[in-house]
């Protein structure tokens, strides 16, 4: 009943930077957290960042001061600026929400199909 759909991905050279949309939609009574993971090849997914509706904030040591998450609660839209971008960082960016559908007790956890992060040396 929730759908995310995430923007933004592409190629950069080491140094550079990306801002990664994810726009969710559906019959969404609240969102509580979005957040960012990321997944590369052989390895686990790990968290990138999550933001509360309230504007809390939460990041992963490697990403913290280089990568800044914000929502716009209005468009139930989420975004990832990422700064100073290694080529560690090069991974599929999953968009996370855990969200309320039709009443304030219903709530799930939902994921995007990801976008793909590459960073060149």
């Known amino acids: 009943q929730v759908q995310l759909v995430e923007s933004g991905g592409g190629l950069v050279q080491a140094g550079g930077s990306l801002r990664l949309s994810c726009a969710a939609s559906?019959?969404?009574?609240?969102?509580?957290?979005m957040g960012w993971y990321r997944q590369a090849p052989g390895n686990e997914r790990e968290l990138v960042a999550v933001?509360?509706?309230?504007?809390?904030?939460n990041y992963a040591d490697s990403m913290k001061g280089r990568f800044t998450i914000s929502m716009n609660n209005a468009k139930n839209t989420v975004y990832l600026q990422m700064n100073s971008l290694k080529p560690e960082d090069t991974a599929v960016y999953y968009c996370?929400?855990?969200?309320?559908?039709?009443?304030?007790?219903?709530?799930?956890?939902?994921w995007g199909q990801g976008t793909q992060v590459t960073v060149s040396s």
């Open positions: 559906g019959s969404i009574f609240s969102i509580n957290v």
């Open positions: 933001i509360s509706s309230g504007g809390s904030t």
């Open positions: 996370n929400a855990e969200a309320s559908v039709g009443s304030w007790y219903d709530r799930g956890n939902y």
